[in-house]
Nanobody, 121 residues
């Protein structure tokens, strides 16, 4: 059983910073990609940042220059450093990972439970 658990959300003022963490646990053979998505009330869940199989990061335009995604392969953990936060960043942030289990033969998507980020004006 593979599980993703996020942490690090909270309430901050505009201009502040938060660092989100997501750790994958269980019988994991390999992780091909990891990403962060967010969902605001009444809106769809959208990609915020991802770190690809080749290690290259990708970002949605609205967070470029403010957010940084990184990964610790030894810990099966992905981070999202969020600086210069804006009220429009308020959302539930979800971790996503493309994982092959140790007894499997293909990659599957896994989701965390989400961590709430609130940015006040």
């Amino acid at each position: 059983q593979v599980q993703l658990v996020e942490s690090g959300g909270g309430l901050v003022q505009a201009g502040g910073s938060l660092r989100l963490s997501c750790t994958a646990s269980g019988s994991i053979f390999s992780i091909k990609a990891m990403a962060w998505y967010r969902q605001a009330p009444g809106k769809q869940r959208d990609l915020v940042a991802g770190i690809m199989a080749n290690g290259r990061p990708i970002y949605v335009d609205s967070v470029k220059g403010r957010f940084t995604i990184s990964r610790d392969g030894a810990k099966n953990t992905v981070y999202l450093q969020m600086d210069s936060l804006k009220p429009e960043d308020t959302a539930i942030y979800y971790c996503n990972a493309d994982i092959m289990e140790s007894d499997g033969s293909h990659y599957s998507d896994y989701w965390g439970q989400g961590t709430r980020v609130v940015v006040s004006s």
